[in-house]
C-alpha cells in the first residue's frame, strides 16, 4: 500500500448529525473520482464498477492508465462528516460520455461539485465543466496528483488550460488521502458558503 493511501474506516453516523447535503463527484474518465469517494467514505463505499473488456477498446482512452482494469457504470456513493451536525453524502459520477444519461441524476440536487482533472487528459474534464456550470451548481477544481511528475503544472496553468472564472477555487489534492480530499470538501462547502453570501448582500 503507498505510505499516502488511507483505508476507509467505517463509522455509526453520529447522533448530533442534524443536516445531510448532497455533494457531486465529477470528471473525466480515470481521474479519480472512485478513489476520491473511497478515501474519506466512513462507511464501505457504494460502487458500482464493471471490468472493463475488449468492447471499450478505441472507446476508452487508457494510455495515461494502462493498468486501469474497472470502470464505473453508474455512481459511487460515500457518505463523510464534514462536522458534528453536517454530514456530506457523495456520489461519484462515471467520467466517460456513454454514461452521460447518469450524470443529472448524480448532480439534480447537489449542494456543490467538485471537479477532479487529470492533467494528462485535461480536456477529459470539459464535459464535466460543462455540465456543471449549466445546471449553474458552486464547485471547486481539485488537481489530482497522481505522481511527482503532475506537479510540474502550476495551479495558474491548471486554471488557464480549463479556462477558469477568477473566482472558482483550483487546488491540488491527492484523491488516495483523505486529508487531502477532506480540504477539498472543506473549501468547496467554504466556497457555497462565500457564493450565499454574496448573493444575499446583493438581494
Known amino acids: 500500500m503507498d505510505s499516502t493511501t488511507c483505508e476507509a474506516v467505517p463509522m455509526p453516523l453520529a447522533q448530533t448529525a442534524s443536516r445531510g447535503v448532497k455533494i ?3 470528471g473525466g474518465f480515470g481521474a479519480g473520482k472512485t478513489t476520491f469517494v473511497g478515501a474519506v467514505s466512513e462507511i464501505t ?3 458500482t ?3 472493463m473488456t ?3 477498446i478505441g472507446t476508452d482512452d487508457l494510455s495515461a492508465t ?3 482494469t ?3 457504470v453508474a455512481f459511487d456513493f460515500g457518505r463523510a462528516a464534514l462536522s458534528e451536525s453536517m454530514v456530506l453524502y457523495l456520489f461519484g459520477a462515471p467520467g466517460q460520455d456513454r ?3 447518469v450524470w443529472d441524476t448524480v448532480l439534480n440536487g447537489a449542494l456543490g461539485a467538485v471537479v477532479l482533472v487529470d492533467t494528462r487528459r485535461v480536456e477529459d474534464s470539459f464535459p464535466s465543466l460543462d455540465l456543471v456550470e449549466d445546471k449553474h451548481l458552486p464547485y471547486v477544481v481539485a488537481h489530482n496528483v497522481f505522481g511527482h511528475e503532475d506537479r510540474a503544472h502550476s495551479l495558474d496553468d491548471v486554471r488557464d488550460a480549463l479556462q477558469m472564472a477568477p473566482g ?3 487546488m491540488r489534492c491527492d484523491a488516495r488521502d483523505r486529508q487531502s480530499v477532506q480540504h477539498v470538501l472543506i473549501a468547496l462547502v467554504q466556497h457555497v458558503i462565500r457564493l450565499a453570501e454574496l448573493r444575499e448582500g446583493r438581494a
Request: aromatic share 8%; net charge positive; hydrophobic share 50%.
Open 24 to 26: 457531486a463527484v465529477a
Open 45 to 47: 463505499p457504494m460502487r
Open 49 to 51: 464498477e464493471a471490468e
Open 54 to 56: 475488449a468492447a471499450s
Open 66 to 68: 494502462p493498468s486501469k
Open 70 to 72: 474497472m470502470t464505473t
Open 99 to 101: 454514461f452521460k444519461f
Open 168 to 170: 472558482v477555487p483550483v
